[in-house]
């Protein structure tokens, strides 16, 4: 079993950034893929980016390349989305997600563990 917090959202101006946190509870979290999506009003859950059990590399969708970098640590089981130069588009609550999968993958069906979300607003 596998308790997922989010943390970090809040309101920034347009070219501002922000770092999310999820923090979970769970003995085996450390082999565990992690995502995180996203979901604006009206709109479907949106797969941002994952991270494998490693933490050497990120999968990102192209909308956030360059701009967002997931990372983790495993000592503090925790897993980070930084979000540098934040657009409008960015808005919405962002759920980090896990899954003792051997892949990353962008598929939300994927993940069996979600935490309640974090709400991300940009101005512009």
């Known amino acids: 079993q596998v308790q997922l917090v989010e943390s970090g959202g809040g309101l920034v101006q347009a070219g501002g950034s922000l770092r999310l946190s999820c923090a979970a509870s769970?003995?085996?979290?450390?082999?565990?893929?992690v995502a995180w999506f996203r979901q604006a009003p009206g709109k479907e859950r949106e797969f941002v980016a994952a991270i494998g059990w490693s933490g050497s590399r990120g999968y990102y969708v192209d909308s956030v390349k360059g701009r967002f970098t997931i990372s983790r640590d495993n000592a503090k089981n925790t897993v980070y989305l930084q979000m540098n130069s934040l657009k409008p588009e960015d808005t919405a609550v962002y759920y980090c997600?896990?899954?003792?999968?051997?892949?990353?993958?962008?598929?939300?069906?994927?993940?069996?563990?979600w935490g309640q979300g974090t709400q991300v607003t940009v101005s512009s």
């Open positions: 769970g003995r085996s979290f450390s082999s565990y893929v």
């Open positions: 997600a896990a899954d003792s999968l051997g892949y990353q993958t962008s598929s939300y069906q994927s993940y069996h563990y």
